[in-house]
């Protein structure tokens, strides 16, 4: 319990379940998280409840059939392409209905004829309380039932928001749309305080149902970790693929990173965590392995090797360390 895990966000569905395996079974620790972000433990009850384990059950295709879309703290055009051609073909082609809830008109918006319901930063779960309470928006309401939710990452960082959302207030479907490749494959894999693979928890049934034996109690999340490891109660951090960066307060992780007493970074490139390290493990970009993607549907996307080359994989390197230690 006195080793944290910071996985980062890029990794394949096989390497996130190495890491969720290694973590819990090798090492005994629940302290793994894959946000490299502002995060909060709403977002995190929200993604184990709504997110994990939920399969297909909002498509592309769903998204040009629906009649309402609403759009909640995502700009689909800068964050999705793909979903943001969906969106805008069924506009132009079915008669969808956009609406989005945002702080200004984006050109996005514009061009998907979006009903901008604007919201000041901080104010927007008023704007979506006020949604499923009908007034002013009755008909938004009501069009709103059979319709799809698409709630982006950003809405962890308004207090509030992800609880107001809950798509069983107006009778829509919700999908959570991340902006990193192996988001959803690192929910799935359980890379998360409290998280098993699939949905479990870490009661009794969820335990037992894995197969992976007596596992640890409830550990960290990242800006958790990152606190202990400054404060000195955090014996060892294992940093993947994660950009000082990427955080809030940089300044407060390159703290954390240089006060933590044994820190082990498994990379790609140079970056400031391995300059720190103790241990620096050479892993396999994406081009150099295969593996399984699963993007915000919540399907498949396995990828072939597209490069010739002997690097590890972050599972081929978790599995050696468990030789070490005889398992």
């Not at 606190?227 to 940093?239: C, K, N």
């Not at 790609?268 to 103790?278: F, K, M, N």
Request: net charge negative; aromatic share 6%; hydrophobic share 45%.
């Amino acid at each position: 319990s006195s080793v944290g895990f910071l996985p980062g966000g890029h990794l394949t569905f096989e390497d996130a379940w190495a890491w969720s395996k290694f973590a819990r079974t090798v090492v005994g620790s629940d302290s793994i998280d894959f946000r490299s972000r502002r995060s909060s433990e709403e977002e995190r009850s929200f993604l184990a409840s709504h997110v994990a384990g939920s399969g297909l059950e909002t498509t592309y295709a769903d998204l040009e059939s629906a009649g309402q879309v609403l759009l909640v703290a995502l700009e689909p055009e800068d964050e999705c392409g793909a979903m943001f051609l969906r969106l805008r073909k069924a506009t132009r082609k079915s008669g969808l209905k956009v609406a989005t809830v945002a702080p200004f008109t984006s050109a996005g918006s514009r061009k998907m004829k979006a009903q901008v319901l604007h919201a000041a930063p901080g104010s927007e779960p008023g704007v979506v309380d006020a949604i499923a309470a009908g007034g002013a928006y009755a008909d938004l309401a009501e069009a709103l039932s059979g319709g799809i939710i698409l709630v982006g990452e950003r809405a962890a960082q308004t207090p509030g928001l992800l609880s107001a959302a809950l798509a069983e207030r107006t009778g829509a479907r919700l999908a959570w749309v991340p902006r990193r490749a192996g988001d959803r494959a690192a929910i799935e894999a359980g890379l998360l305080p409290g998280l098993l693979p699939f949905g479990r928890t870490l009661d009794e049934a969820g335990v037992q149902s894995l197969g992976w034996g007596e596992l640890p109690a409830r550990g960290l999340d990242a800006e958790q970790m990152i606190e202990a490891a400054a404060s000195g109660e955090l014996q060892a951090l294992v940093v993947g693929g994660v950009d000082v960066r990427d955080f809030d307060e940089p300044a407060a992780v390159r703290e954390a990173l240089d006060a933590v007493p044994f820190l082990v970074s498994l990379e790609v490139r140079a970056s400031e965590i391995t300059d720190r390290a103790d241990v620096v493990l050479p892993v396999a970009p994406a081009v150099e392995k295969n593996g399984t993607y699963i993007n915000w549907e919540g399907r498949l996307r396995p990828f072939g090797q597209a490069r010739s080359a002997t690097s590890l994989t972050d599972r081929d390197v978790l599995v050696r360390l468990t030789e070490e230690f005889d398992l």
